[in-house]
């Protein structure tokens, strides 16, 4: 049996004001509001809540068989309250169909676990009450940020919260020889690991619409036959996890309405479900339906579903980047020891990746998509404005 695995993040970062030298000391209007608001808004319009209408009608139509995952990060949750209420509610509804799995992250989407382990484990213990509290779960699946992962995380979510599964990147120089069809466990821990095929993937994720990509257009019967061909190299009877990873936005935001991949996507399931070798499930459901001695595999560096490299250059590339990342990660351990409660939470919030990944200055494919998500100018601007709020939130620290 080859058991698709969908799973969609769900994040909006704060995004931060043009805020100029000038202002530091004087403005504490570090977010954009204007543009946060209108960013949910439209991505609510466009992407949330079609996408939640169009799933709840395919679990309805077939609600023992069609499961999906989600990760929502704390920023998106709060956001959802403050701009965009109508969206939490259709997400609360989806959950409630017991149809929907929710994944455990960090609360704020941040890099913490490349810089600080504390602030790692609490912004996951964070993101887990979020998840209580608006949602009723307990979550025993997680994903970190941008599936940043390497031994060392394995070890971390273990111990500390008793995970039974992992997503992660299933990136080539890992696998080598293997394929990401098969669940894999950690380096030493009875840890789970489900790694993304990437190739798949990405043909709905960033080539869906490309009228130059050599498979366009991409129909739900052309893909299953993919998924289908897939289990052909399978001849001991080992269950199989086809793990397609996405971003939520990629549907009616990314991958626009006319593109047709809401079509695309109520066509889906049904074509699957057509075969007999073809199932979902959840990532949960990994533990119990692998039916072999899972082979260990070490991730001695992190990985990550991000750019080309598939590392985490997307974040720590270039000098800006890794001086914005150190100078946060002082600062975040100062404002804890002078205990300022009142700063910490301003401090996490500009711990969400997105900041860094703004800073980018790759070029090409990936510097496109970099650019297309950034709202600044250039790299430069984002550092610029970055590093101003961080001057005023430590002089507010010393005040």
Known sequence: MLNIVFYFQVHQ???????KVLDVGTDEGYF????NSGIM??????????????????IRRYPEQFKVAFSITGTAIEQFKHYAPDVLDSFKRLVDTGNVELICETYYHSLASLFDTDEFLEQMHLHRQMLRDEFGVSPTVFRNTELI?????SDLVWEEEG???????????????RSPLYAYKNYSKDLLLLLKQYKLSDDIAF??????????PLTAEKFVHWINKLTLNESKGRNQFLNLFLDYETFGEHQWAESGIFEFME???????????LGFCFPSDAPRFTNYQAEAISFPDPVSWAD???DTSAWLENDMQRNAIETLSELILRIKQAGRDDLLRLGRLLSTSDHFYYMSTKYFQDGDVHKYFSPYDSPEQAYIYYMNVMADLEERLIT
């Open 32 to 35: 954009d509001e204007a543009l």
């Open 149 to 153: 992962y390497d031994d060392r995380l």
């Open 308 to 310: 080309i490299e598939r």
């Open 207 to 216: 080539r869906f619409s490309d009228s130059e990509w050599d498979e366009y």
């Open 163 to 177: 995970f039974k599964v992992v997503l992660t990147e299933g990136a080539d120089r890992i696998l080598q020889w």
């Open 13 to 19: 970062p704060y995004r931060l004001s043009h805020y």
């Open 267 to 277: 066509r889906l399931p049904g074509a699957v479900l057509q075969q007999p070798a």
């Open 41 to 58: 808004r439209k991505v609510g319009d466009r992407c949330y809540l079609p996408t939640n209408h169009l799933l709840s009608t395919l």
